[in-house]
């Protein structure tokens, strides 16, 4: 009775101003890096009991290559483009999965430890590079013009291409790939209010296409001194930082 009587002593004082909650699911998002890219998110957690939750999960990632080199040309108004890239590459995912709340946090500056995985598919879709390319007329005078032409590996080179062209180039050519996720994370969360969710999110994902992604020149890839290729399954590491709130009945 008496050790009973202490554990509820300690619960109240952890938070002495605010009443016991019940809550019943839980919003948060953000965005963060990844080791081939970058995206944001969006979680919709439901309590299964006090330390179990099932997960609803989306997010948009921009993923790279990792042969992407960025250059410039001798005109510094000019932007800067990727040799040798073909596509831009962006995956949309959406899965469910679940969170084990491991550590609970007692106190209003104390942080709370959990972990997660999530499962479901992923849509990726390329988008053609259009670059701006420069050409020399000799006749009748020599004259010099520029013009916007989607990346061709056997006409488009370093010594005459000027620079990239608009992002919204090749928007009506957007091709789909279908494929699917796995990742499992660990989120440290920090908030210093009882129902505000706040922290940081480590972990691991892969994809994996039905199909290798065309997002760089095989021909290009192939003229380098390591061998590489496009891909199929894309393991990674990742960082988020995510905010939101919790929610009773």
Do not use: C
Not at 80 to 99: C, D, P, T
Not at 100 to 122: C, D, P, Y
Not at 144 to 164: A, C, L, T
């Amino acid at each position: 009775m008496a050790f009973s009587f202490l554990n509820e002593v300690d619960a109240q004082s952890a938070f002495p101003d605010q009443p016991t909650v019940l809550y019943s699911h839980q919003y948060y998002g953000g965005g963060g890096l990844t080791s081939n890219g970058w995206g944001g998110f969006f979680t919709y957690a439901k309590y299964k009991d006090a330390t179990n939750l099932r997960l609803f999960y989306a997010d948009l990632q921009f993923v790279k290559h990792e042969k992407e080199v960025k250059r410039f040309s001798a005109d510094p108004n000019a932007r800067g483009y990727f040799y040798g890239k073909m596509n831009s590459f962006y995956v949309l995912h959406a899965g469910m999965g679940k969170k084990k709340i491991i550590t609970e946090k007692l106190r209003k500056n104390g942080v709370q430890l959990s972990h997660n995985w999530i499962g479901g598919a992923s849509l990726g879709f390329t988008k053609p590079i259009y670059l701006e390319i420069f050409y020399i007329e000799t006749s009748p005078i020599e004259t010099y013009s520029i013009r916007v032409e989607k990346f061709d590996p056997e006409r488009h080179f370093i010594d005459n291409i000027y620079g990239r062209a608009s992002g919204l180039r090749g928007l009506n050519e957007i091709r789909f790939h279908p494929g699917v996720f796995l990742r499992w994370g660990i989120l440290v969360e920090y908030a210093n209010y009882r129902d505000g969710l706040k922290g940081i999110e480590v972990g691991a994902q892969l994809d994996a296409f039905a199909r290798r992604i065309p997002i760089m020149s095989e021909k290009i890839l192939e003229e380098q001194e390591e061998e590489a290729r496009n891909h199929q399954f894309f393991p990674s590491l990742y960082i988020n930082f995510f905010f939101g709130r919790k929610h009773s009945k």
